[in-house]
């Protein structure tokens, strides 16, 4: 039997020094220090992947700032990946600082990621499986109570020890017992023989926990402490999870330990280091690094005494930022408060729920609105870790930070709106490199709507950059060395796999958008050839809009659309040719899905009119003339018929006069009502103003009104719901003014009549009324002689 047995008092030449911590524990990561400062060993053993033993010397670099953490990824599936995030206050991140400045090897010894990555291919694991608290790329939800495949039941070390002391929170346990304890004042060694006892006890009573991983991971570990004592001797310290201290004090023999690990699956990696966030840390899925408070733990470890008071200040500084009433007297009562709480619950010091408490109700007047944005801002934070250069990463990853840096666009944790314009070159390049990482689903940035400009030379972006977009853009780094060659790349293979027409008009307008050259023409013969075989109406009709707005962008983007302009029009033509036919025999669902074609068609026609293609071939004429067959042919559903009288209406195509009459027809008693009442839908329906040109029309709102009222009463509840939601769609404003005059009552039901229509509107002009407003607007004009002026013109400005 060979064994790494050593006592738990240690002492030089005993054994190895085994410090059970906790994972992102300040209190833990204050008395590793203090006890490698004590005990001064050889070499340092901590928690992590061996494949990273290369990557510790940049810890000692100036531009390396946690929170950090080591990403494992396979080579041939960089979607496959592990991460092990290491805060400031982290005892594995302090044990390698301390390592680094004394000059003492360091090393990793937990179980190989190339073991870890292959394990999870072929039997995924729970977050608590995952050897150094790994989180796999792809994120696990949380599922109801834990528990292993085999039904063992999955326990929780803190939380055992927290209900054996009375105490049902496990993080207030954990303040109590090592946070605010002083952990490594005194004898530095005292706090881990306590946890280990109690570790001990606990692997006596539940074996492994229902960990049932960590039976090979202690294995493992095992094997590489005999290494290392062999080469450094008997003082060799060993940082890692108290749970596992049990284990490695266990005397086990070497061949079995070896039995545990053979055949174990394999794949090649990479790792790197990457940043990492405090909001990381603190997410509730994926990643469970066993803390909700990172800011605070942060605050914990920095501070280097007054912790409550320093806590306060900043607390203070936040809500004056925010334009809220702090004075020092709220600072002062608040950690008078807050140390009050602690000695009327029994702790040994304030902790985070007794500021918590405390800035509530002094700074906070009792209201959990700005005790939010603390919890976000501080106790949780927007804090983002930083890699020096010299760490590796992929060709890719390189050429992205090369952008970034010649861009001025820094990646930044907490999100923000960035306001592009176009027009100028670093906005421009700024919009191209968004437009290509979303191609390649790298997801930093999302298009947002624009405020105070609707022009194509203006762009609005949400920025936030995630510490898994690190592992994103490996998995793109399949698609080239640079991020123009891999969006290139990624674009021709997504226009070869587009199953749907509109999937390839979409595309080419985000080539357009990334500025894509090589690209857009293997997506335009994708296109063309597609588009020649699709004879289904609704599908090219999908298709034509996103087809003609990527023509909008030639102008500010400097692009040739040539080419993107003739497939557009003769796609416009096909559809020209299918629409009515297509648009005979409806159901409900169907007439409405139609119109809703209908509309983005038209659209699509305004602005491919502007095109020197469509205007050689007189594209919106021959429009007009589908609209007009749409809004005679009697086998076309109401609501389709009803929207292209509207349309012509507002294309100037079709009068007034004829307009209401062809509204009288349809509403005429011999029209079922349901056919009639979709029809009104298709007319002012559907968010096109309609309700304005109810209020302005006198003649339409008296022929509207007349039909409602002669609806039979069997029939009105079947139009009813229909009616509802055309009405309902009108602003408030339109909606009360179209009451308003309906109360008074039209003068002449029905009539269409160049006298008759609603009271309140003539024909000419009122003088009298129009002179009352005069002297408002002589002051809204800035006129500068009293009088004189001419009603007329006056009315006239104001039109």
Not at 253 to 280: I, Q
Not at 514 to 543: F, I, N, S, Y
């Amino acid at each position: 039997m060979t064994g790494v047995d050593g006592p738990s008092g240690w002492a030089a030449g005993e054994g190895p020094l085994l410090l059970g911590v906790r994972h992102h524990g300040p209190g833990s990561a204050r008395a590793v220090r203090a006890a490698l400062e004590e005990a001064r060993p050889r070499a340092v053993l901590i928690e992590g992947p061996p494949e990273a033993d290369t990557l510790i010397p940049l810890a000692a670099d100036r531009e390396m700032r946690p929170p950090v953490a080591l990403l494992a990824h396979a080579v041939d599936e960089p979607g496959r990946s592990a991460f092990w995030p290491l805060a400031e206050f982290s005892p594995e991140w302090v044990a390698i600082r301390w390592a680094l400045e004394q000059g003492v090897p360091a090393r990793f010894v937990d179980l190989p990621a190339t073991h870890t990555l292959a394990w999870e291919r072929e039997e995924p694991a729970s977050a608590d499986d995952v050897p150094g608290d790994a989180e796999p790329a792809a994120e696990r939800e949380a599922s109801g109570p834990p528990g292993s495949p085999d039904g063992t039941v999955r326990i929780d070390p803190l939380a055992v020890l927290a209900e054996t002391a009375g105490y049902d929170d496990p993080e207030r346990w954990w303040e109590d017992v090592v946070e605010h304890r002083g952990a490594g004042r005194g004898d530095a060694l005292a706090p881990f023989a306590v946890l280990e006892e109690a570790m001990t006890a606990l692997r006596e009573e539940f074996g492994t926990g229902g960990h049932r991983r960590d039976l090979v991971r202690e294995a493992y570990m095992r094997l590489q402490l005999r290494s290392a004592q062999r080469e450094f001797g008997r003082e060799v310290a060993v940082v890692c999870g108290a749970w596992h201290v049990p284990a490695l004090r266990q005397r086990t023999a070497v061949t079995a330990d070896r039995a545990l690990l053979k055949g174990l699956p394999k794949v090649k990696t990479d790792m790197t280091w990457v940043p990492w966030t405090h909001r990381r840390l603190a997410r509730a899925s994926g990643y469970g690094a066993g803390i909700d408070s990172p800011g605070w733990y942060g605050h914990l470890f920095g501070a280097p005494d007054r912790p409550v008071e320093r806590w306060m200040t900043k607390v203070a500084g936040l809500l004056r930022e925010e334009d809220r009433i702090v004075s020092s007297a709220h600072v002062i009562e608040a950690v008078r408060l807050a140390g009050t709480l602690a000695v009327l619950r029994g702790r040994p010091l304030p902790g985070l729920s007794e500021t918590t408490d405390a800035v509530r109700a002094v700074m906070c007047e009792g209201s959990d609105v700005p005790l939010a944005l603390v919890r976000d801002r501080l106790v949780v934070g927007d804090v983002l870790g930083e890699v020096p250069a010299a760490a590796p990463a992929v060709p890719l990853q390189r050429d992205l930070a090369r952008l970034q840096k010649r861009l001025r666009l820094k990646p930044e944790p907490l999100e923000r709106e960035l306001e592009l314009d176009l027009r100028k070159d670093t906005d421009a390049g700024r919009s191209r490199l968004l437009h290509r990482l979303c191609l390649l689903g790298i997801g930093w940035g999302e298009p947002a709507a624009s405020r105070g400009s609707t022009g194509t030379f203006r762009e609005t972006w949400r920025l936030r950059w995630e510490p898994e977009l690190a592992v994103r853009v490996a998995e793109a780094g399949v698609w080239g060395t640079t991020v123009l060659a891999a969006a290139t790349a990624k674009a021709e293979a997504d226009a070869a796999a587009a199953q749907a027409l509109a999937d390839i008009t979409a595309l080419a307008e985000r080539c357009l958008l990334a500025e894509l050259p090589d690209a857009l023409p293997v997506v335009m013969r994708v296109l063309a050839d597609r588009a020649a075989l699709d004879t289904d109406v609704g599908h090219l009709a999908q298709a034509l809009p996103a087809l003609v707005r990527s023509l909008r962008y030639g102008d500010v983007r400097g692009t040739d659309t040539g080419a993107l302009a003739d497939v557009a029009a003769g796609l416009a033509e096909r559809v020209f040719v299918g629409l009515p036919p297509a648009c005979a025999a409806l159901d409900t669902e169907a007439a409405e899905e139609m119109r809703r074609h209908v509309d983005a068609v038209h659209g699509a026609v305004g602005l491919l009119g502007e095109t020197d293609a469509a205007a050689r071939g007189g594209i919106r004429g021959r429009w007009r003339s589908v609209l007009r067959v749409l809004s005679l042919r009697e086998t076309v559903p109401g609501v389709v018929r009803g929207r292209a009288v509207r349309l012509l209406l507002d294309e100037g195509e079709l009068a007034q006069d004829e307009a209401a009459r062809l509204m009288g027809l349809v509403l005429s008693p011999g029209t079922a009502p349901a056919d009639a009442a979709a029809w009104i839908e298709g007319f002012v329906g559907g968010g096109s103003g309609g309700g304005m040109l109810l209020v302005h029309d006198e003649r339409l709102l008296g022929l509207v009104d007349a039909w409602l009222t002669g609806v039979p009463a069997e029939a009105f509840t079947d139009v009813l719901p229909l009616l509802r939601r055309t009405f309902s769609a009108y602003e408030p404003g339109v909606r009360r003014t179209l009451g308003e005059l309906v109360r008074r009552g039209p003068g002449a039901r029905g009539g269409a009549g160049a006298g008759s229509g609603v009271p309140g509107f003539a024909s000419g002009l009122d003088a009298g009324r129009a002179d009352a407003v005069v002297p408002v607007l002589r002051l809204l004009l800035g006129l500068d002689e009293p009088g004189g002026s001419d009603v007329n013109d006056l009315v006239g400005v104001t039109r």
